[in-house]
């Protein structure tokens, strides 16, 4: 074979092997992620043509991690305590008053066409009256308030007298026996309304007086009542 035969068939020859290496380095670095060589690779041309052996040692860089960071401590929520509700203390109950007496109220006549909401009338309490300075040899003591037997009734108010809203206060003179009960009445001073008068005179006509005594011995006696009829 001719010279210049040989030395184009040995230059094509060392090309194609380094044609092979170099095929062979980028398929390996293609393959550098998944292949973790232990030892150092070494490719050597099987060739007996004078081509330097090529090594080539790829070692994985491990990347360093990053600190994992902690976690956010959860803030812990105490519920507030609820206060508690104080028990309701009893009230002590106040102590019964005695009854003080209520002034009575004159009930209306009987009517069977008129209705009438006007409040009653009342009977006055007996207030002092104005006694004369000396009474007469043959007068009878007067008292200055009555004594009442048993609480009296109060009269009644004449509907008619209370439709036209008649008022007035009747004076009445009593003359008591020596047991208290009424013996004869009379009008002192008139309410200016004839049927309140003598609805007044009915009235204490049935009342029942304690009578008065004199160291200790019942006797006859005078008195005077007020009688008031209002719609107040």
């Known amino acids: 074979m001719p010279l210049s035969t040989t030395h184009s068939l040995n230059t094509w020859e060392c090309s194609r092997h380094q044609r092979a290496a170099l095929a062979l380095c980028v398929g390996a670095m293609l393959l550098l992620p998944q292949w973790h060589p232990s030892s150092p690779l070494t490719l050597a041309s099987s060739s007996a043509a004078p081509l330097a052996s090529l090594t080539l040692a790829f070692v994985q860089q491990s990347r360093p991690l990053a600190p994992a960071k902690p976690a956010p401590a959860k803030e812990v929520i105490t519920p507030a305590p609820v206060p508690a509700k104080p028990e309701p203390v009893a009230e002590p109950l106040p102590a019964p008053q005695p009854a003080l007496a209520q002034p009575a109220r004159a009930e209306p006549a009987p009517e069977d066409t008129i209705q009438d909401s006007a409040p ?46 008649q008022t007035g206060t009747v004076w ?45 011995q019942a006797l006859a006696s005078r008195v005077h009542i007020p009688v008031e009829f209002s719609l107040n």
């Open 120 to 165: 009653d009338a009342q009977a006055a309490p007996a207030a002092p009256v104005q006694q004369p300075l000396h009474n007469g040899p043959n007068e009878l003591p007067l008292m200055d308030t009555p004594l009442f037997a048993e609480p009296p009734q109060p009269p009644r108010y004449p509907m008619l007298a209370r439709r036209r809203g």
């Open 172 to 216: 009445l003179a009593v003359t008591l026996d020596a047991n208290g009960s009424p013996d004869d009445l009379s009008l002192l001073a008139s309410s200016g309304v004839s049927a309140l008068d003598q609805a007044a005179l009915e009235a204490v006509s049935q009342w029942r007086f304690l009578p008065y005594r004199v160291d200790g």
